[in-house]
């Protein structure tokens, strides 16, 4: 190894953004960071369709790369995401990675992209252990034990659909955007007074576990009861859709919050993003002694820099 070879590039194509970042090793420090999301794409489908993600990924990471050129004499290893994710969006990262890996005779470092998503909230710092963790995605809705790196036991799971895709496929059902998590969110806000009212999913089960399609069922019943939506019945369904989806987490992880050493506590995923969730958790935290930490926004969403901080980790 020369002794300029100080940096790592990781790229992240699991699902419908492809990412690619520079990261100093020693620092922690994000030097280069690029995102291009397909989200206007999948729209008009109402949800990713995996070839066109492929497809997408296939000309996109080629120019994000062509901007790190300069970067390349000091890399040091690259990172990409292996799994979980949509098999042939995978592939796309994970094939460059080799790529380079193989032209450059650096290392390559496979990364979880769950891992990746705790370690969105160590970008530019050093990590906090042990932390309760909320992992709330399009793919996933876990509340995780994080005593260490490789010691992460999962507390609660969903045994259906994750909680940002609840909010995916509402907003499907009311007419609204993919993805639906910021849209339901913005409708929501203007809903207050909502005359609908959704139960609050597993509240009278001892069950450790989430579960959103149930209340996804709930909603579509009552959309079908409406004769032609208006824009104000729209806004109220999503308040109280919102308000049941956030309630069951607040009701499951409470129990754990309450009863647990831990004293840091944090939320990461595309839908940490929601103001009403952070709120409602940091009340939370508060009243039992708990900081709470989030990533900054732009690393809630999938993105290539939590993947190179992951990877550091690994060096
Ligand atoms: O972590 P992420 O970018 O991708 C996965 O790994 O799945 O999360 C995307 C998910 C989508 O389901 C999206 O609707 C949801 O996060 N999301 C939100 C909000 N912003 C994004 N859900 C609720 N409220 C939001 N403000
Ligand atoms: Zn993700």
Redesign the pocket.
């Known amino acids: 190894m020369k002794n300029n070879q100080n940096l790592i590039l990781a790229i992240e194509s699991?699902?419908d953004?492809s990412s690619i970042a520079i990261m100093e090793i020693e620092t922690k420090k994000l030097l280069f960071h690029k995102k291009i999301s397909q989200d206007l794409e999948h729209s008009a489908y109402g949800g990713v369709v995996p070839e066109l993600a492929a497809r997408l990924h296939a000309e996109t990471l080629p120019k994000i790369l062509d901007e790190c050129k300069e970067y390349f004499p000091n890399l040091r290893a690259v990172g990409v995401t292996t799994n979980p994710g949509l098999m042939v969006s995978l592939l796309e990262g994970i094939m460059m990675a080799k790529a380079i890996s193989i032209s450059l005779s650096i290392p390559l470092i496979e990364v979880n992209?769950l891992k990746g998503?705790i370690y969105s909230l160590f970008i530019n710092k050093d990590v906090i252990f042990p932390i309760n963790v909320l992992l709330v995605?399009?793919?996933?809705t876990q509340f995780l034990e994080v005593n260490s790196r490789d010691d992460i036991k999962i507390l609660l799971n969903t045994l259906d659909d994750s909680?940002?895709?609840s909010?995916?496929k509402v907003s499907k059902m009311l007419g609204g955007p993919y993805?639906?998590?910021?849209t339901?969110?913005k409708w929501a806000s203007e809903g207050d007074n909502s005359p609908y009212k959704f139960t609050v999913p597993l509240m009278n089960s001892n069950k450790k576990a989430f579960s959103y399609s149930g209340l996804k069922n709930q909603v579509r019943l009552q959309i079908q009861k409406i004769d032609k939506l208006n824009s104000q019945e729209k806004n109220d369904i999503a308040y109280a859709f919102q308000s049941s989806a956030i309630e069951h987490l607040l009701h499951k992880s409470k129990k754990i919050l309450q009863n647990t050493d831990i004293k840091d506590f944090a939320i990461v995923?595309?839908?940490s993003?929601?103001s009403v969730?952070r709120q409602k958790f940091e009340k939370l935290c508060k009243k039992n002694g708990i900081k709470m930490h989030l990533a900054p926004l732009e690393y809630?969403?999938?993105n290539a820099a939590m993947i190179a901080r992951y990877a550091i980790s690994e060096m």
């Open positions: 699991s699902c953004d992209h998503h995605s399009g793919g996933h909680f940002g895709e909010f995916d993805p639906g998590g910021p339901i969110e995923g595309g839908a993003a929601n969730l809630c969403s999938d």
